[in-house]
């Protein structure tokens, strides 16, 4: 679950900036598996790992990008959305697929650290107040950005604690 947490981090940052070269707008990583335009949810990410003890692993990766969107119902989409708008699929799709085969690669090799830098940079919630939602508890806080294994870090009152994926949605708390 670390390494597929990880792969999923590292993944957004590959895909946010294909998205910025292709659509030339600003596209952020909101942990641990969303993209973010102008503080709308633009896309998201599925990383899974498959296959039996002691065998090889597979990496089934799916990802939804809202492109050229009509307005949905509310009843179907509950939170706000951005739209990357009219651009070349084929375009996207070509460059999506080389940065990921390149990604998946520097990945095996040297794992998360090697997008951490690029996480920082495109965080959409580091230094901002935000609340975790961890079944019905709430914890508020100021994000902090992940730490080497991809736990999320959060500041509370002078302390930082990590927090791991699972059931845990982050939110702005703004």
Do not use: C
């Not at 600003?26 to 633009?42: A, F, S, T």
């Not at 119902?73 to 697929?97: M, P």
């Amino acid at each position: 679950p670390a390494a597929t947490m990880g792969l999923s981090l590292a993944i957004g940052t590959v895909i946010a900036r294909v998205l910025h070269q292709v659509s030339g707008k600003e596209v952020k990583v909101k942990w641990p598996n969303d993209l973010y335009l102008q503080d709308k949810k633009l896309a998201g990410i599925l990383v899974e790992m498959v296959g039996r003890t002691g065998d090889d692993a597979h990496v089934v990766m799916g990802v939804g990008i809202n492109l050229a969107m009509e307005k949905p119902d509310q009843a179907i989409v509950n939170q706000q959305w951005a739209n990357l708008g009219d651009i070349d699929r084929n375009q996207l799709v070509g460059e999506l697929i080389q940065a990921l085969r390149v990604a998946m690669a520097t990945f095996e090799k040297e794992g998360l650290s090697a997008f951490i830098d690029d996480w920082y940079t495109l965080d959409n919630f580091v230094d901002r107040p935000v609340k975790l939602l961890i079944g019905d508890k709430q914890i508020h806080g100021i994000a902090r950005g992940i730490n080497q294994q991809g736990a999320l870090l959060l500041e509370q009152q002078g302390h930082v604690t990590a927090y791991v994926g699972g059931e845990i949605s982050l939110r702005s708390d703004e």
